[in-house]
T-cell receptor, first 111, second 111 residues
Framework: DAGITQSPRHKVTETGTPVTLRCHQT?????MYWYRQDPGHGLRLIHY???????DKGEVSDGYSVSRSKTEDFLLTLESATSSQTSVYFC??????????FGPGTRLTVT | DQQVKQNSPSLSVQEGRISILNCDYT??????FLWYKKYPAEGPTFLIS?????DKNEDGRFTVFLNKSAKHLSLHIVPSQPGDSAVYFC??????????FGAGTILRVKS
């Protein structure tokens, strides 16, 4: 299994609060991705990174920001959480941009 | 508008028989296609992939077929086993090494 961890694994937060999710890899892969999974939508890309300090937006980036200051860590921040951001969030990594390997997920509930 | 579509939300198959999961896409610029399997409360796991220059790739019980003219992808599992019961996602790679996912198909293999 690829060495990817996500923290926290579960979080409940209130509307309007900031939330940061962490993805950590031990594979030294160049590419890192954040997705959200919702019923009927599969996995949708939020943001991705193609190197340290190099990030770009995905399909559903509004309300989210990311940072990557080290190869191994990719942080996803919900600046002011809303109920529509209740979801399961997955981090993925890729060496060459082909296969992506996913972390175990973070279940976020915004009340 | 969804660029990758899995039109069957679910599929039920008898153990030992063939499972065929289908996927259609609209973007002719996709150059690489992948299948992922997902169990509840876990991250998706990579199953098999195929480049757009090929029409078939086989790995054990799993075979992926690509029909570029029809923009159609299928995954065959032979023989199906109860442990194959999961959600299967089709994905396609676009520019920037990003993946676009279908909504998923729930496969149930009955023993």
């Amino acid at each position: 299994d690829a060495g990817i961890t996500q923290s926290p694994r579960h979080k409940v937060t209130e509307t309007g609060t900031p939330v940061t999710l962490r993805c950590h890899q031990t594979e030294n892969h160049r590419y890192m991705y954040w997705y959200r999974q919702d019923p009927g939508h599969g996995l949708r890309l939020i943001h991705y990174s193609y190197g340290v300090k190099d990030t770009d937006k995905g399909e559903v980036s509004d309300g989210y920001s990311v940072s990557r200051s080290k190869t191994e860590d990719f942080l996803l921040t919900l600046e002011s959480a809303t109920s529509s951001q209740t979801s399961v969030y997955f981090c993925a990594i890729s060496a060459q941009g082909n296969e992506q390997y996913f972390g175990p997920g973070t279940r976020l509930t915004v009340t | 508008d969804q660029q990758v579509k899995q039109n069957s939300p679910s599929l039920s198959v008898q153990e030992g028989r063939i499972s065929i999961l289908n996927c259609d896409y609209t973007n002719s610029m996709f150059d690489y296609f992948l299948w992922y399997k997902k169990y509840p409360a876990e991250g998706p796991t990579f199953l098999i992939s195929i480049s757009s220059i090929k029409d078939k790739n086989e790995d054990g019980r799993f075979t992926v077929f690509l029909n570029k003219s029809a923009k159609h992808l299928s995954l065959h599992i032979v023989p199906s086993q109860p442990g194959d019961s999961a959600v299967y996602f089709c994905a396609a790679r676009e520019y920037g090494n990003k993946l676009v996912f279908g909504a998923g198909t729930i496969l149930r293999v009955k023993s």
